[in-house]
């Protein structure tokens, strides 16, 4: 636990900062976590990141995590959209199945460019969300922080029925309820410091959706973990594994934040 807590507090010192700066910083700094757990996503199917499909999805990666601010000039350049270029890079991966006489089968094709889709579109959302502001990375992480913390200490309090036992054995349904009631009393407390959104009953709506998208996210790396029979997706953390054990909740409440435009 000491660890735990002191690997935490070192990593909050840096990534704070980074959110509050913003731009260029910030930008790079989720480059590079996205590029981790890409690293550990691929480990898992025992493909190596320095590899010609590594090398591959990693590209993928980079082109969907483009900002929109760097979209129209980067593109500019090749006058493809990201689209057109990621089905550029599909076929690319489904071409090397033939060159690598089927060492890299379809199912690794498949695998590769999910990862990439997977990643990308949850950090892409992390950058966008933060050009709104960085009290929008904050609420998000708000909401995820105290869903969990809510949820474990309601879990064994008083967690009779488990949630999803095939997965993750040691969630109950009173603490997924506990998390979701934690996670919208927090948000009341920071809507007085940052008005992030137009009423308490969209911030309510939005928390309670956003604390089960993100709880479900946190059980979908937790089956991609099981099938692939790993007990943390790296070590990078000690005390918490790796980037995907610390941002698998954040990869689905990010685009949801984004879809229910609670900046609006």
Request: charged content about 15%; overall charge positive.
């Amino acid at each position: 636990m000491k660890q735990r807590i002191i690997t935490a507090i070192i990593a909050l010192a840096v990534f704070f900062p980074l959110v509050i700066i913003g731009g260029l910083p910030f930008t790079l700094a989720i480059y590079t976590l996205a590029s981790i757990g890409l690293f550990e996503l691929l480990r898992m199917k025992n493909i190596r990141i320095f590899s010609v499909e590594g090398i591959l999805t990693w590209i993928m990666l980079a082109i969907l995590l483009m900002p929109s601010t760097w979209t129209k000039d980067v593109l500019q350049l090749t006058s493809y959209t990201k689209m057109e270029l990621l089905f550029a890079f599909i076929l690319i991966l489904l071409i090397y199945t033939v060159i690598s006489k089927n060492r890299f089968t379809f199912e690794h094709a498949a695998f590769t460019a999910f990862s990439a889709l997977y990643l990308g579109i949850g950090f892409y959302f992390l950058i966008e969300t933060r050009f709104y502001g960085f009290e929008y990375v904050f609420y998000a992480l708000l909401v995820i922080w105290t869903t969990d913390s809510g949820a474990y200490f309601t879990g064994r309090k008083i967690g009779k029925r488990k949630l999803w036992p095939e997965i993750s054995p040691n969630k109950t349904v009173e603490g997924f309820l506990g998390g979701i009631l934690c996670a919208v009393l927090f948000a009341f407390v920071f809507q007085l410091f940052y008005p992030i959104a137009p009423s308490y009953f969209m911030l309510t709506i939005v928390t309670i959706i956003a604390s089960i998208v993100g709880q479900l996210g946190d059980l979908v790396e937790s089956a991609l973990k099981r099938h692939f029979a790993v007990k943390d997706s790296g070590n990078l953390l000690p005390g918490h594994g790796g980037i995907l054990d610390r941002f698998d909740s954040l990869l689905f409440v990010l685009p949801l934040i984004h879809f229910l435009h609670l900046v609006g």
